[in-house]
């Protein structure tokens, strides 16, 4: 398995994994209309994949501040984005490898911090965020949808 910057040609794959890993999970039940913003996820940030030879097993992505941010407050955060893992792929790294992945990316950049949003049943990637150095930020928690609360977490790089 390599962890690599999502081709172009590979993001319409890239989006249908995502909904494909979040259904599979229910993270998509409190908000369905959500699904159509992973497809389209990936024109305001960098996409990673993790592959294995053509398959496609998993993706991340970091996006950095802009004015419509959903979370990041100024151009020295940016947002990790949609991690998902295709539930074939689940339990062999996959998860683990993104986040290192990403954390490497957005200390290339010079970040001062990552920010993230996740859903309270998201109990692995919590695990996997966690063991990455991010912390839980109450006062960043979010409610986009009533009813569709996120739990922010953040890592100073």
Known sequence: MIVRTAEPAELTEVGELRV??????????????YADRLRALGEDGVVLVAVDGDQLLGTIMLERWHEASDMATGPEEAE??????????????????L???????????????????????MVSAHRLYEKAGF????DRDGEPVPGLTLLAYAKDL
């Open 99 to 121: 986040v290192q992945a990403v954390v490497a990316l957005g200390v290339e950049w010079r970040l001062e911090r990552m920010v993230l949003y996740s859903q309270p049943a």
């Open 80 to 97: 990790v984005r949609a991690l998902a893992v295709a539930p074939s792929a689940q339990g062999r790294g996959v998860g683990r490898a």
């Open 20 to 33: 494909a890993a979040y259904h599979a999970g229910h993270f998509l039940d409190a908000f369905p209309a």
């Open 135 to 138: 912390v839980r930020t109450p």
